[in-house]
């Protein structure tokens, strides 16, 4: 998604900026027709694939979808549901029915409190933007230990690479269990150097992920001692 | 704004009193990004008028009441720093900023768009450091590419200018003497791409015949203002920063 910046192709648009003649494309995120021309909306990297053209955000706040890997954070608790904040605009709603325990009515704080870190995933997004999170699924689980590290939400991809590839480069090097989810969040888990060495990593190959120079980057990244990071 | 007729606006030579031409802007700069804490942000000088603005959001509209269901609403903050003009001003929301923050909310809601944040609402502080007329159209300029910065999306990036009459006779851009002593001020949102109007203020009176022309200089000046705000935007992320 954000690879390849620096080609000659790349073009940074602006709202409102006309990118070209709509006839035979499709518009994708960030583009609108308008007279039969496409007009960016947003401020970003202009991008054409498969017949669709669309704009790659610099700037973008997290908008959930249904199926989404996020980190979230317990922001409230009730009877029987918590309510996490999940980096977006709107909190998140985990009812104890999608909990993976079994939870009396009025027991829900006895599992998770305010401030509790979880992995869960997202059942369900409708229309005025209500969110419905599970933690009913393999690997879903209230995270104990560990720490929770921010990345721009437009440079998850970057994290991840082609094929999760740059995820698992990190994984290794820094020996560490990393989860990425979509929302910006970052779970790491190792010893503390290891956490230190991937905090830094992590923010390089948010801020350096799309230079061509990368895997060079990498190198040095991992040539770093993980006691110095 | 009656015009006072013993102050003299206009030089012999045909040119304003800081030696501009009738349809000459005072000096324009903008700069995305100046405030490290915000979602947007902008810096923008005009004359010697500074307004800094910051973005929040989208985030949930509180209170609860507020809300839409189909679509987001804009709260707009515009205060002028107590110490942004020669008198002090008293800090805190007045008459005058309450009607400045209504009308740009209502010029940005024509652009964003909104309908694609169901119950959201998009902070927009617009602080004034310095004043010397003009204000709600720097406001309107520096929110836009706040806006923009913000990454929220937009179909152009609107363009806050103002034209008026002195002696007369129509000129662009009022300094703080021909706003204080002309005869008329027109302030406008100008979408440059698609030409609409966004937002239109008149105090005092113009002919038609003055209004066409007063409208011409803002449409002009709108394109030089534009430009400058796509340039300030391409130099914050050009160099791959982002």
């Known amino acids: 998604m954000s690879q390849g910046q620096d080609g000659a192709e790349q073009r940074l648009v602006t709202p409102g900026m006309a990118v070209g003649p709509s006839t035979g494309k499709r518009a994708g995120s960030g583009v609108i027709a308008q007279n039969e021309s496409f007009i960016a909306t947003r401020l970003g990297w202009l991008q054409e694939m498969n017949n669709t053209v669309s704009v790659n955000p610099i700037n973008a706040t997290y908008m959930p979808r249904s199926g989404d890997l996020v980190v979230g954070v317990v922001a409230e608790v009730r009877n029987n549901l918590w309510f996490l904040n999940i980096n977006g605009a709107f909190q998140g709603l985990l009812p104890m029915s999608l909990a993976p325990w079994k939870v009396e009515f009025g027991a829900a704080r006895m599992h998770m409190d305010v401030g509790d870190v979880v992995l869960a995933r997202v059942q369900e997004v409708d229309e005025c933007h209500n969110v419905v999170l599970t933690m009913k699924g393999v690997g879903l689980r209230k995270l104990n230990q560990g720490a929770v590290l921010n990345v721009p939400v437009q440079h998850v991809e970057r994290l991840r690479g082609p094929n999760n590839e740059r995820l698992q480069q990190l994984r290794d090097m820094s020996d560490c269990r990393i989860m990425v989810g979509e929302n910006g969040r970052v779970w790491v888990d190792g010893d503390k150097n290891g956490i230190a060495w991937s905090r830094h990593a992590i923010q390089r190959v948010a801020s350096d992920g799309h230079k061509t120079n990368f895997d060079a980057l990498m190198a040095e990244l991992n040539t770093m001692n993980k006691g110095d990071a | ?242």
Do not use: W
């Not at chain 2, 430009?227 to 050009?238: G, K, S, W």
């Open chain 2, 1 to 242: 704004m009656g015009g006072y007729g013993d102050v003299q606006l206009l030089r012999d030579d045909g040119k304003r009193l800081d030696g501009r031409a009738l349809d000459e802007l005072r000096p324009v700069t903008v700069e995305a990004g100046v405030l490290p804490a915000a979602d947007g942000s902008a810096r923008v000088t005009h004359g010697l008028n500074v307004a800094v603005v910051a973005v929040y959001g989208p985030m949930e509209a509180h209170p609860r009441k507020i809300q839409r269901q189909d679509r987001a609403v804009i709260d707009v903050r515009y205060n002028m720093a107590p110490f942004s003009t020669s008198d002090r001003i008293r800090p805190g929301f007045n008459r005058r900023s309450r009607e400045i923050s209504k009308v740009t909310a209502d010029a940005l809601e024509s652009v964003v768009l909104v309908e694609r944040f169901p119950r959201s609402k998009i902070r927009v502080e617009i602080e004034i450091l310095a004043a010397e007329a003009g204000t709600r159209c720097v406001g309107i300029t520096a929110a836009a590419v706040a806006l923009a910065d913000a990454g929220i999306p937009m179909r152009d990036l609107i363009v806050g200018v103002a034209s008026g009459k002195v002696e007369d006779t129509v000129v662009l851009d009022l300094d703080k003497a021909e706003d204080n002593y002309g005869q008329a001020d027109l302030p406008v949102g100008i979408l440059p791409n698609t030409g609409e109007i966004a937002f239109l203020q008149m105090d005092g009176d113009l002919s038609p015949e003055e209004f066409d022309l007063a409208m011409e200089y803002n449409f002009k000046a709108a394109g030089e203002i534009h430009q400058i705000m796509v340039e300030a935007l391409q130099r914050r992320y050009e160099g791959g920063e982002a």
